[in-house]
């Protein structure tokens, strides 16, 4: 069965710190990826994806991930956070042409002002 | 930017009472979804809806819950009798297409459901 790990539940960062979410999934065919975030008190926006082509994919507000496929992961970096980024991120996978997308756990960054 | 929208934003209900759950995906969408997160826990998702029918659904998705798209804009998400551990955020989603490249799932805000 389809499953999605985020390594980590709560981070919490500095401003201008380096940010690196953890995601590994398991499924064994075409997978499409993405990243959501929900900001506090909004809805789920997706932040970037990755279905094929260059596995480093830029989202907005400066996040990219990097899908490696040896290693089942789409790790979601951003090389300096701020304040504004304080939110719960959500990596995603689903079948290539299926219906479901299953979610990991989340991770609560908080960043310090 | 045109967005899915839910109502009402928090529902609270009694044990056993039926709840209909609303949602209006965005316009030229042809996929409808509804996830639901237990507090705490995983976006689970429920059922995914095309062509009038469903195209697949969990094993969370059983005969105490339905679907249904009564007009051409409200995709409704229907809880015969409800049980406390139905309590949950609701969300519904929409996407134009399965396949890449523009295959990602809209989610609206969200439908807070309480059963006391």
């Known amino acids: 069965a389809q499953s999605v790990s985020q390594h980590n539940h709560h981070v919490i960062l500095s401003e201008a710190a380096s940010l690196e979410l953890g995601c590994n999934y398991s499924y064994g065919g075409t997978v499409n990826l993405f990243w959501y975030v929900q900001y506090p008190g909004q809805h789920l926006q997706l932040l970037l994806k990755?279905?094929?082509?260059?596995?480093l994919v830029k989202g907005i507000k400066g996040f990219e991930a990097e899908f490696i496929k040896s290693k089942f992961s789409f790790n979601l970096r951003k090389p300096s956070v701020q304040w504004s980024d304080t939110a719960e991120y959500f990596c995603a996978v689903n079948r290539a042409g299926g219906f479901k997308t299953i979610f990991g756990a989340g991770t609560r960054l908080f960043v310090k002002a | 930017e045109p967005e899915v929208t839910q109502t009402p934003s928090h529902q609270v209900t009694q044990m056993g009472q039926e709840v209909i759950l609303r949602c209006v995906p965005i316009s030229n969408h042809l996929y409808f979804y509804w996830y639901r997160q237990i507090l705490g826990q995983k976006v689970e998702f429920l059922v995914s809806?095309?062509?009038?029918?469903?195209?697949?659904k969990s094993e969370i998705f059983d005969d105490q819950f339905s679907v249904e798209r009564p007009d051409g804009s409200n995709f409704t998400l229907k809880i015969r009798s409800t049980k406390l551990e139905d309590s949950a955020m609701y969300f519904c989603?929409?996407?134009?297409?399965?396949?890449?490249?523009?295959?990602?799932?809209?989610f609206g805000p969200g439908t807070r459901l309480t059963v006391l």
């Open positions: 809806f095309y062509n009038n029918e469903i195209s697949e």
């Open positions: 990755y279905f094929s082509g260059d596995p």
């Open positions: 989603a929409s996407s134009v297409r399965l396949a890449p490249p523009n295959n990602e799932q809209f």
